[in-house]
């Protein structure tokens, strides 16, 4: 993880804020940014994942919100200032600001790309590198934001002809976490071998049908989360194009769109999550993720479903056991917290244990690296296992990133504090198919926000 203190990353070694403030370095003090609301109009880029959240509530919510962070003509200077948010997947955005050894001349830090979304949080290269393109370069001059929680959806195509039963979700399939790993590992082929909640596919040949793994194209947070996840069910060393990596590896930077060979897994033609499920509800037969909000926007997957002219339909999934020993049993749920129902509800990630791996979850600071970041399986959880965190990459200190302004980073830091702030931006999200910060997240989001500036 990445602390404040003096690190040394791709043999160039920086010196932290810290000592940067006490040496009088770039990165000592932080300019204020203008009144509230004086900021300039600005568009940020990233995330699919993100896209509902801040094109249909955040994005809208903040210049024509009365409450007290927003900027709808009545609070501090009276201006509205307006965010553009475009979907180009979390790999674009990271690239975007300069991480994976982007030239600089293809790097944009100016009002058309003021903040990054993205569900796969920067390690510390990735970030070393986003600050080798400032105009002087500083260390922990990047913030990984908290700003939601959603979870991942796995959504299912049955093949031609066949209906799923399931004792634990009618009409729908229940996925262990085994089934889960299997298919996108190459191990689980056929649809005869989901059968961990009391499912069957039934119709002639159906058994013995071959599952299609679905992925994204591109670089993507949805993936990063899904492979976090998958690297908890199974450690070992996968055989892929690229030699022998684990999930955990293969979560990250260009590894994030590299998967198991034994998988055979299938593509679509363009980038976004949007992609994925168009080609699962045009290929019978496969398997795919999605977050739960476009999952349920999409007019192939909106519940209810089950029977016999419902072959689309998203699982519900191992989050646990109950019991031991004969009368152990493993417990499932769903990605929303409403279940199989087409209306709008929250993400059901209410309860879920996060973890950092070997280190303390949260983070200390949203300057430390979150990209380890999971849930937990040794643990029961009560709601959905399979969700995530996603971010906003910000800056506490615009003036060094070149293109920008005191003006843009005025607006992002407004923007970003109405956005984390459990009684605004937060409260917006329930109800969208997301679901706002656990508590011991948001505070470090809220401080975050706060220490964006020119």
């Not at 993880?1 to 690190?7: E, G, T, V, W």
Request: one cysteine or more; a negative charge; charged letters at 15%.
């Amino acid at each position: 993880m990445r602390f404040l203190s003096a690190r040394c990353v791709a043999s160039a070694c920086v010196v932290s804020a810290a000592a940067a403030a006490g040496l009088g370095l770039p990165g000592a003090a932080s300019a204020a940014v203008g009144q509230q609301c004086s900021g300039a109009s600005i568009t940020a880029q990233g995330s699919s994942l993100q896209a509902v959240a801040q094109q249909e509530l955040w994005g809208p919510g903040f210049h024509t919100s009365s409450d007290s962070l927003a900027c709808d003509g009545k609070q501090g200077s009276k201006g509205v200032p307006t965010i553009t948010y475009t979907s180009t997947g979390s790999g674009a955005g990271l690239r975007s600001w300069g991480a994976e050894f982007k030239e600089a001349k293809e790097v944009s830090f100016g009002p058309g790309n003021a903040f990054v979304g993205t569900d796969e949080p920067p390690n510390e290269k990735q970030l070393a590198e986003i600050e080798s393109n400032e105009s002087t370069p500083t260390p922990e001059t990047i913030m990984s934001i908290p700003v939601a929680q959603e979870s991942v959806a796995i959504i299912v195509h049955l093949p031609t002809g066949c209906t799923a039963t399931s004792t634990v979700a009618s009409g729908r399939l229940a996925f262990t976490n085994a089934d889960l790993q299997g298919i996108f590992a190459g191990s689980r082929k056929e649809w005869g071998e989901i059968t961990g909640g009391g499912d069957a596919i039934t119709g002639s040949g159906c058994a013995t049908d071959q599952i299609t793994p679905v992925v994204r194209f591109d670089q993507s947070g949805t993936t990063h989360i899904l492979k976090r996840y998958l690297s908890l069910i199974n450690s070992e060393a996968l055989t892929t194009e690229k030699g022998s990596e684990t999930w955990s590896e293969l979560s990250e930077g260009s590894l994030n769109t590299v998967w198991p060979t034994a998988a055979n897994v299938v593509k679509p033609a363009a980038k976004g999550g949007g992609e994925v499920l168009a080609k699962v509800a045009a290929v019978a037969g496969s398997v795919g993720y999605v977050n739960i909000a476009e999952a349920r926007k999409s007019t192939s997957f909106v519940p209810p479903s089950g029977g016999a002219n419902e072959a689309t339909f998203w699982v519900v999934l191992e989050n646990g056991h109950k019991g031991t020993g004969k009368k152990e049993k493993v417990t499932y749920e769903d990605p929303s917290n409403n279940g199989d129902s087409a209306t709008l509800a929250a993400a059901n990630c209410a309860k879920t244990v996060y973890t950092n791996g070997t280190e303390p979850f949260p983070p200390s600071s949203v300057f430390e690296t979150w990209n380890t970041v999971t849930t937990s399986i040794t643990l029961k959880e009560s709601t959905y296992s399979l969700c995530g965190l996603t971010y906003d990459l910000a800056s506490p200190e615009y003036s060094l990133l070149p293109g920008t302004s005191e003006a843009e980073a005025t607006t992002v830091n407004n923007y970003l504090k109405f956005v984390t702030n459990s009684k605004q931006g937060q409260k917006l999200l329930p109800g969208d198919d997301y679901l706002g910060l656990p508590k011991d997240v948001i505070k470090k989001a809220e401080a975050g926000a706060a220490k964006i500036s020119d």
